[in-house]
């Protein structure tokens, strides 16, 4: 089992809807979550971030913690085009040098 | 001016061949990152340093070698090249704390032919 799994997608969503993008991890004993953005051959740029239990809103994006069931999510409100890259979701716990552990990421696509 | 910058962007090189990666960072950061992208197997790290005086080896470290003059300068090098190192390549940085949040430079593209 993978350490932090997102779903490949890709996600197609039609402009202006809502995007659920969703992230799963094995070890409970995480305290950090992020997500990142990444484009096509750029590097990736953080989104949110979010270290307790619930949600996290900032302008289009909310990010949702839920530590007891091990699964973080994003969510964008009014989808545009821009929006379309890969979302890389990425957990840091205790232990482990404190390094993030990356998922492999989930492919948005915003059609107009 | 961007906070993490990375030399060269791009490079084109030749199997065997010794190849040096830059990267500087403005943001007054301790921890400085390596990691590698390819396709379908996501960001994986080469190596990390938490100050000058530490250096840790990551999932992939066979093959590669990193030198950090200095708090702002992290080097990586490939000693002697080989096609499965054609990749992107990336460095970042953190804060030491609770938040660990990484920021990233704009990356290298690395083609070993």
């Known amino acids: 089992q993978k350490e932090v799994e997102q779903n490949s997608g890709p996600l197609s969503v039609p402009e202006g809807a809502i995007a659920s993008l969703n992230c799963t991890y094995s070890?409970?004993?995480?305290?950090?979550f992020f997500w990142y953005r990444q484009y096509s051959g750029k590097s990736p740029e953080l989104i949110m971030s979010?270290?307790s239990n619930g949600d996290k809103e900032d302008g289009r994006f909310t990010a949702q913690l839920n530590k007891a069931s091990q699964y973080v999510s994003l969510l964008i409100r009014d989808s545009q085009p821009s929006d379309s890259a890969t979302y890389l979701c990425a957990v840091i716990n205790a232990g482990n040098n404190r390094k993030l552990i990356w998922g492999l990421g989930t492919s948005l696509a915003v059609n107009p | 001016d961007a906070d993490v910058t990375q030399t060269p962007r791009n490079r084109i090189t030749k199997t065997g061949k010794r190849i040096m990666l830059e990267c500087s960072q403005t943001?007054?950061?301790?921890?400085m990152y390596w990691y590698r992208q390819d396709p379908g197997l996501g960001l994986r790290l080469i190596y990390y340093s938490f100050d000058v005086k530490d250096i840790n080896k990551g999932e992939i470290s066979d093959g590669y070698s990193v030198s950090r003059q200095a708090q702002a300068k992290f080097s990586l090098s490939l000693e002697s090249a080989i096609p499965n190192q054609t990749a992107l390549y990336f460095c970042?940085?953190?804060?030491?704390?609770?938040?660990?949040?990484?920021?990233f430079g704009p990356g290298t593209r690395l083609t070993v032919l």
């Open positions: 979010i270290y």
């Open positions: 070890d409970r004993g995480s305290q950090s």
């Open positions: 970042a940085t953190s804060d030491y704390g609770f938040t660990d949040t990484q920021y």
């Open positions: 943001k007054g950061h301790d921890r």
